[in-house]
């Protein structure tokens, strides 16, 4: 049996739980497409680099990144430059 560093478990976990949030939202066929990009910074949001989705309006949600600056500017609510 192969010892995987617990890291890329809770990735794993973390992957299937964040697509089953995006069926919910029914925002996955969009976010696989590379349709959505961080709310702040604008990079483009995929599995690897999202850290928060908030509703943006009735039909669709945004995405902030992991990048220090965003999860704080997200935080303190910030105007988007
Ligand atoms: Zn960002």
Redesign the pocket.
Known sequence: MVNLPKKIQIDAILGEEFYKLLDKLGVREGFEAGNY???????K?EVK?VLIVFPLCENDVGF????P???TRYKLNLPIE
């Open positions: 990009h961080c709310h702040i910074c604008g990079d949001i680099n902030i990144c992991r990048k600056e965003c999860i």
